[in-house]
């Protein structure tokens, strides 16, 4: 499928930073964020790489018109997306470095596209949060009701103050930064649908399948992907590494950007 | 009530505060906490401080703190009124709203995070029910939305192929699913794909799905909620399709004709029973509208052929006279149009009545179906007159068919005495149309009605042949 460069670029909103002789990295935001939260480990990365950042459609600056439910029902959409960003910038041996759901969809992109993505590195990853008989994923199904329950609690008054974020706010400067701005501004019709997506899904299966140098980057101390689910997800990914580092929450590229950016540089240095 | 000591009112404004105040360290430990959340939250402070704040929330919660309250506290250096849940020791739960601040050093670097916490259990159960209340809205709101874009679609479709890709979009739209098949049962028992997408048929054409039969078979909407689930040839067509589950809603319209609306998913899913009803009424739609194409097409049936005869009507020959002369300019060949016209028809009449000229109509209309070639058309103008147009033709074969004609109408009627006979009376213009000289149809058909009267007072029974 041909796929026009600037409708992808605007639908995800890529941007492009770094030392464009470098090696590329795409790196990928997971499930309530958006590109925004690579900001500390950009530019301790910026002067060897190449660094490409996108938002999932439906999160910060992406094209929300694009948001069909079908597609992005799971995270096949998104991987379709990842697939679409490499053929439209014609790139190959790329680094994708996924933070927790994305670490999935890179998987995916991957076990589609080995052409294209060179290596993985996977940053909280869990390919699975809903234990079963005989797997620990951390939560039960209640607790997805639970999220979702907490996920509307927070947005009860969105309509009304997060509404003008979204169509600008040149009048209102009070409302601060822009970027941040972006990243606060999540429909919460299309963050309930993600939510169900990142913590519903099962793709346990396909790790076996990925074929690419993988990293899993594992904080020490995450209740969202717990260090089992770390060495699950290294243990089934076949010759993968496996670094456990000294980060305390399931954001370590923010809690810990330099671990992060130093793990990344001694994988592909 | 706390008594003040003056030595320390600062430390007790802190410590008996109206509200709870927490310190947590970068890494998410609890450094300090004021009494006030310590009473709200039934704990001792030295099994408080210390333990990873996130701990405290309920699990739904703290997935929500991971994923989107810390990150922005982070990137901002502050969130405000935002709502968290706590877990008491009893699993009791207590309802917050938080503000939070990230504190730097003199240098700029973050050392800590301190949070001011609200009490909101009196609002909460408000805002639970204004919560429950925007849910349902949005649900009807969406179903709703749904119908009626459904409707739209039905509406603006121009023929049953484009209802059914509408079925499909819609249903596909209404459930979130990757993609929607829609199959059709034939007389052979086959199910036939007529609309949106079928991944399985995809990677593995033309096979029939176990799971299609057992929907059949119960007329009932049937779940394939998981890969596991699936018989071992689905599952391996599933995996290679990247499909993790699928439904299928069996329908049956009323002439009894059964179809199949399948559903693809990316993931396991199971659908609610609102949405397995949202599917049923867009089906019903589309069903609907195709019923009402039906019936118009038999009315456009209807307006074109003689009701008593089922031969085409006048309203048809002359389409299809017009449609002819063109082709057989295009091609080259010539085109013969004949009149016929019934002797004895009005004897009949008269002396057995119209019933009796009715079936003499029916039987001669049958008679000329037969004894024309495959592909000519045979009409009635009104009356006892009938017409034949034969494309591709020459003289002779032209007058083959002409004597076929008079052969069959003259043979006895079983229901008319003998004393009646019926025969025909035959005219026939033959053409040969070229770029000179194109004749319309009121032309042809005038010519041959002439053709047809010199038959008539040359005997009756009888062929003319006109060459144009």
């Known amino acids: 499928m041909a796929v026009e460069a600037t409708n992808v670029r605007r639908r995800n909103n890529i941007t492009e930073r770094g030392n464009p002789a470098g090696r590329v990295l795409l790196l990928a935001h997971g499930f309530g964020c958006s590109q925004e939260t690579w900001r500390l480990v950009v530019p301790l990365l910026e002067a060897d790489y190449r660094i490409l950042l996108f938002d999932h459609v439906g999160s910060g600056s992406s094209d929300i018109s694009a948001y069909d439910r079908g597609k992005y029902d799971s995270l096949h959409g998104y991987a379709d997306d990842v697939v679409e960003i490499l053929e439209s910038l014609d790139l190959t041996d790329v680094v994708f470095v996924g933070h927790s759901v994305s670490a999935m969809i890179g998987v995916l992109a991957a076990n589609r596209e080995s052409s294209r993505i060179g290596a993985l590195v996977l940053l909280g990853p869990s390919p699975r949060y809903v234990d079963t008989d005989d797997y620990v994923g951390g939560f039960g199904k209640p607790d997805i009701d639970n999220l979702l329950d907490s996920l509307d609690a927070n947005y009860l008054g ?14 209102r400067p009070e409302l601060g930064d822009e970027l941040t701005d972006m990243f606060c501004a999540t429909n919460p019709t299309i963050a309930r649908h993600f939510a169900h997506v990142t913590f519903l899904s099962d793709n346990r299966a396909d790790l076996a399948a990925v074929r690419v140098p993988t990293l899993v980057l594992q904080a020490k101390d995450d209740i969202i992907a717990p260090i089992e689910v770390g060495e699950y997800v290294h ?8 670094q456990v580092i000294d980060a305390y929450g399931h954001c370590a ?12 540089r001694a994988f592909v240095p | 009530m706390t008594m003040m000591t003056p030595e320390a009112p600062f430390e007790e404004l802190y410590q008996n505060a109206p509200c709870g105040y927490v310190s947590v360290s970068l890494d998410g430990v609890i450094v300090r906490a004021n009494l006030t959340i310590l009473r709200w939250l039934n704990r001792a402070e030295r099994e408080f401080v210390g333990t990873r704040f996130v701990t405290l929330l309920e699990p739904g919660a703290r997935m929500f703190y991971e994923t989107r309250q810390q990150p922005m506290l982070l990137l901002q250096g502050e969130v405000r009124e935002v709502s ?4 008491r020791p009893g699993g009791e739960v207590l309802p917050v709203l938080v503000n939070a601040t990230v504190v730097t050093s003199e240098a700029g670097e973050p050392t800590e995070v301190r949070m001011a916490i609200f009490d909101v259990t009196e609002r909460h159960q408000y805002e639970r029910d204004l919560i429950e209340a925007r849910r349902a809205a949005e649900m009807s709101a969406e179903r709703v939305r749904a119908l009626q874009d459904s409707t739209t679609a039905f509406a603006a479709a121009a023929d049953e192929n484009e209802v059914i890709e509408a079925l499909a979009a819609n ?15 034939q007389d052979t028992g086959a199910l036939e794909i007529v609309g949106g997408v079928h991944p399985l048929d995809d990677v593995a054409p033309g096979t029939r799905w176990s799971a299609y039969d057992t929907a059949l078979a119960a007329m009932e909407h049937l779940s394939i909620g998981s890969i596991t689930e699936a018989d071992p040839e689905t599952a391996a067509a599933m995996r290679m399709a990247r499909v993790e589950s699928f439904t299928v809603l069996p329908v049956q319209n009323e002439q009894g004709v059964r179809g199949l609306i399948v559903s693809f998913f990316g993931r396991e899913r199971e659908l609610s029973e609102a949405a397995v009803d949202l599917k049923l009424s867009i089906t019903k739609q589309a069903m609907q509208a195709l019923k009402t194409m039906r019936l118009q097409r038999q009315l456009e049936q209807l307006a074109l052929y003689d009701e008593l005869t089922g031969l085409a009507n006048r309203k048809l020959l002359d389409e299809q006279l017009t449609t002819a002369i063109a ?15 019934l002797d004895g028809f009005k004897a009949v009449n008269d002396n057995l009545g119209h019933r009796a000229g009715d079936t003499v109509l029916r039987e001669v209309a049958a008679r000329l179906r037969g004894v024309v070639r ?15 147009i034969c494309e591709n033709v020459d003289e002779d074969s032209a007058l083959a068919v002409a004597s076929r004609i008079l052969e069959a109408v003259r043979a006895p009627y079983p229901e008319i005495p003998g004393s ?14 070229s770029a000179h000289s194109v004749p319309t149809s009121d032309e042809l058909l005038t010519r041959a009605d002439a053709a047809m009267y010199r038959s008539k007072n040359g005997g009756r029974d009888r062929v003319t042949i006109e060459l144009v």
């Open chain 1, 158 to 171: 969105w309509s009304t103050t997060m509404a003008p974020m979204i169509i600008g706010n040149a009048d």
């Open chain 1, 235 to 242: 243990a089934h990914v076949l010759g993968s590494a496996y």
């Open chain 1, 253 to 264: 590229q923010l809690s810990e950007p330099a671990e992060v950016a130093s793990a990344i």
């Open chain 2, 84 to 87: 968290m849940r706590f877990q």
């Open chain 2, 171 to 185: 249903v596909r739209a209404a459930v979130a699913a990757t993609a929607v098949a829609v199959l059709r049962e």
């Open chain 2, 327 to 341: 082709s057989c300019l295009r091609d080259g060949t010539a085109l013969a149009l004949m009149f016929i016209d």
């Open chain 2, 374 to 388: 495959h592909n000519d058309l045979a009409g009635r103008l009104g009356g006892d007159e009938f017409v034949v």
């Open chain 2, 420 to 433: 009646l006979p019926v025969s025909a009376s035959v005219g026939i213009v033959l053409t040969l149309p």
